[in-house]
C-alpha cells in the first residue's frame, strides 16, 4: 500500500529494467475451470534510465571524462548541474564532508531515436576540483524531466 504517488515512484526507481514475468493460480467453485493459472508479461523502461549505477573517477578517469548514457523519451532532456557530496570518514577528509562539490560536465545527444522513442544521452563529467584523492560518495544531478528531476549515482 502506497500512500502517496512519491513513494511509488521511489520504489519504482529501485526495480530494474527489463523483461519481467508474475504468475497467480486462482482457485474457484466453478465447475468448468476451478484452477486457472494467470501470467502477465511486461517490458519495464524507466522514464529515466542510467547505464551505470557506480562512477568511479580514479585511475585513468582522473585526466578522461568519465561517460555514463542516460536515455529517455524526453527530446529535450538536460542535465543543468552536477554536484559530488563527499560521503568520507571525518579522519580521512580531503574535502569538507557533506558539502556539494560542483563537477563540470557535458551532455552529448544521439539524435537518432532508438526503440521505443528512447533517445541517448552521453554524460560526461571529470574529477571534481579540490579531490586529489578517492572519495566515497554520490553524484548528484539535477534534470528538466517533470518525472525524474534528480538522478544520485554512489561513486568514488
Known amino acids: 500500500t502506497f500512500t502517496d504517488a512519491q513513494s ?10 527489463g523483461k519481467i514475468k508474475k504468475s497467480v493460480t486462482v482457485f474457484s467453485n466453478a465447475k468448468n475451470t476451478p484452477k486457472l493459472d494467470l501470467s502477465v508479461e511486461a517490458t519495464i523502461q524507466s522514464v529515466v534510465s542510467v547505464s551505470q549505477t557506480y562512477v568511479r573517477l580514479t585511475g585513468k578517469n582522473a585526466v578522461e571524462p568519465y561517460e555514463v548514457v542516460i536515455t529517455t523519451q524526453k527530446t529535450d532532456f538536460e542535465i543543468q548541474k552536477v554536484v559530488f557530496v563527499s560521503k568520507a570518514k571525518p579522519n580521512h577528509l580531503s574535502i569538507a564532508m557533506d558539502v556539494p562539490i560542483p563537477v563540470k560536465f557535458e551532455t552529448i545527444k544521439d539524435v537518432t531515436p532508438k526503440e521505443g522513442g528512447f533517445f541517448a544521452y552521453t554524460l560526461r563529467f571529470f574529477v571534481p576540483e579540490g579531490i586529489t584523492e578517492a572519495q566515497q560518495g554520490e553524484f548528484l544531478m539535477q534534470t528538466n524531466h517533470p518525472e525524474k528531476k534528480e538522478i544520485k549515482l554512489q561513486g568514488m
Request: proline fraction near 0%; hydrophobic fraction near 40%; avoid cysteine.
Open 8 to 17: 511509488l515512484r521511489d520504489l519504482m526507481d529501485k526495480v530494474s529494467d
